[in-house]
Nanobody, 128 residues
């Protein structure tokens, strides 16, 4: 059973930083593995934040580009999200998700159906 466990959420003031971590276990998927961070704010739909494939290719949403960095940890089934210059609009529950995608060069950021495995989420709250 594939399991994803997120950690690192919390409360910070605007301009602050947080690092989220995701550990993926029991994943036996194929060659085009994608792991990503998604978020859902109050009253909003779930949206893609950043994704990374097993070779390190990344895709970011425009709203976080230049502020967030997704990276693989020392073990390739660990993925981190470094979040800098946080804004109140970044407040959301952040989810880690994993899947496979063979439809293009990069992992998809907005096609959630390609991510069948999800963690429970971790809350990030940014106050102004």
């Amino acid at each position: 059973l594939v399991r994803l466990v997120e950690s690192g959420g919390g409360s910070v003031q605007s301009g602050g930083s947080l690092t989220l971590s995701c550990v993926v276990s029991e994943y036996t998927g194929g060659g085009r593995r994608c792991i990503g961070w998604f978020r859902q704010g109050p009253g909003k739909e779930r949206e893609g934040v950043a994704v990374i494939d097993k070779w390190g290719a990344t895709v970011y949403s425009d709203s976080v580009k230049g502020r967030f960095t997704i990276s693989q940890g020392n073990v390739d089934t660990t993925v981190n999200l470094q979040m800098n210059s946080l804004k109140p609009e970044d407040t959301a529950t952040y989810y880690c998700a994993a899947g496979e995608y063979y439809g293009g060069v990069n992992c998809p950021l907005d096609l959630l159906r390609y991510y069948p495995y999800w963690g429970q989420g971790t809350q990030v709250t940014v106050s102004s």
